[in-house]
């Protein structure tokens, strides 16, 4: 099983600054196939970014994916009031797909 | 435009088997490719992917809990159904149905579309 550990495990950040989140897999993630999900609370989880760097329709372009192998980076720069939430990666290439534990995004 | 939407009891009693329904539109579960997968959230934790079926019936179970799981469909129905026996507290959570495909223009996905989930209380 592919195990993801996220740093920071909460990140308190101001409107207007950048945030820089990590997932790092415990073995290589074959094909990139690493996303990034946001959450709010009593919401269902909203895709950012697929195959590491892809943004989801719809997204902002604030939003930003990167990395390959074991060390995958979310970055969000110019941050909104809106996008205080939980971040999720998650690899879906090797079963069983797995989450990492997520990251708090919360406002200083 | 492509929904899903969990449904089943809100409160199990220990010990209980625990049954959940996904019923969803706008895919066709016989497609090439297509897979329905059900992810949970205990209250205040991360995601666990717990099962996903595939169009071909092949399906991927949780290590930890593949004693325990089941995941069946019926794609005239337009259903998944996903079963956990012996449920104690810790099985407490909102479960979530999703959808993700092997086969599309972007390779394979993550679970693209959610269902808004459904939170089941396991108490005696």
């Known amino acids: 099983e592919i195990v993801l550990t996220q740093s920071p495990g909460t990140l308190s950040l101001s409107p207007g600054e950048r945030a820089t989140l990590s997932c790092r897999a415990s073995?290589?993630?074959?094909?990139?196939?690493l996303a990034w999900y946001q959450q709010k609370p009593g919401q269902s989880p909203r895709l950012l970014v697929y195959?590491?760097?892809r943004r989801a329709t719809g997204v902002p372009d604030r939003f930003s994916g990167s990395g390959s192998g074991t060390d995958f980076t979310l970055t969000i720069t110019r941050l909104e009031p809106e996008d205080f939430a939980v971040y999720y990666c998650?690899?879906?290439?090797?079963?069983?797909?797995?989450f990492g534990p997520g990251t708090k995004l919360d406002i200083k | 435009q492509i929904t899903l939407q969990e449904s089943g009891p809100t409160l199990v009693k220990p010990t209980q088997t625990l049954s959940l329904t996904c019923t969803f539109s706008?895919?066709?579960?016989?497609?090439?490719?297509?897979?329905v997968g059900w992810i949970r959230q205990p209250p205040g934790k991360a995601l666990e992917c717990l099962a996903v079926?595939?169009?071909?019936?092949?399906?991927r179970l949780s290590p930890s809990l593949i004693s325990r799981l089941s995941i069946t469909k019926d794609a005239s129905k337009n259903q998944v159904v996903l079963t956990l026996t012996n449920v104690d507290p810790g099985d407490t959570a909102t479960y979530f149905c999703a959808y993700r495909t092997l086969i599309s223009i972007r390779g394979v996905t993550p679970f693209d579309f959610w269902g808004q989930g459904t939170l089941v209380t396991v108490s005696s």
């Open positions: 706008g895919f066709s579960l016989s497609t090439s490719g297509v897979g």
């Open positions: 079926i595939y169009w071909d019936d092949d399906k």
């Open positions: 073995q290589s993630v074959r094909g990139s196939s």
């Open positions: 998650h690899q879906y290439f090797t079963s069983p797909l797995t």
């Open positions: 195959s590491a760097s």
